[in-house]
């Protein structure tokens, strides 16, 4: 079956570190998205590719860094520099010409201890 | 500065009822809105999308309105079950398909 793999459900990061969260897709979507979910508040972009080797910031693109190697790959780097990065991340992917929805991964639950 | 707002206040229906929840945007001018489910910890599932000269569109017990002069989707759900309790979220497409997303409304369905 088709669909977004994210990887790993949950991660504990330490203060200082940087991790690297997954997201797989065989789709065979062009377009590959990464959004960050707290309580209470919306989705927000922070990375998207429309295409391989080519990506665009965000709205909260600081602190986090992506690449697109692959069409099938899109990680996310959360960085040390991001000062609050527990969240929920979420993965999504569509085609470029919007006629459908995003399809979205189950998410990555991050949390610094 | 843009802005998307749906009800934050959870909407409690009984079941067999319709549920009807809302979004209205401000300083966008979308080409389309979508309207996604998303249940806790869980990431959103598609269900519906309506273009900007589309009025109206239908999905089995689903049916979302778009009205560009007032600048608001409905988004109704018809002979609500308790397994339509869920978060719904309304998202607009702006440049280069990107979406920006309200923060939902929490739909509970009562027996």
């Known amino acids: 079956d088709g669909g977004i793999t994210q990887s790993p459900k949950y991660l504990f990061r330490k203060e200082g570190q940087n991790v690297t969260l997954s997201c797989e897709q065989n789709l065979n979507h062009d377009a590959m998205y990464w959004y960050r979910q707290d309580p209470g508040q919306g989705l927000r972009l922070i990375y998207y590719?429309?295409?391989?080797?080519?990506?665009q910031k965000g709205d909260i693109a600081e602190g986090y860094s992506v690449s697109r190697e692959k069409k099938e790959s899109f990680p996310l780097t959360v960085t040390s520099a991001q000062k609050n990065p527990t969240a929920f991340y979420l993965c999504?992917?569509?085609?470029?010409?919007?006629?459908?929805?995003?399809?979205f991964g189950s998410g990555t639950r991050l949390t610094v201890v | 500065s843009q802005k998307i707002e749906q009800n934050s206040e959870a909407l409690n229906i009984q079941e067999g009822k319709t549920a009807t929840l809302t979004c209205n945007y401000t300083?966008?001018?979308?080409?389309?809105l979508q309207w996604y489910r998303q249940d806790p910890g869980r990431g959103p599932v598609f269900l519906l999308l309506?273009?900007?000269?589309?009025k109206e569109k239908r999905k089995e017990r689903l049916k979302v309105t778009f009205d560009t002069t007032l600048k608001q989707s409905l988004f109704h759900i018809t002979a609500s079950q308790p397994a339509d309790s869920a978060t719904y979220l309304c998202a607009l497409a702006g440049g280069g398909n990107k979406l920006t997303f309200g923060t939902g409304t929490q739909l509970k369905v009562e027996l």
């Open positions: 590719s429309q295409i391989v080797n080519d990506f």
């Open positions: 999504a992917s569509n085609n470029r010409d919007g006629h459908y929805g995003y399809t």
């Open positions: 309506i273009r900007e000269n589309e």
């Open positions: 300083n966008y001018s979308p080409a389309y």
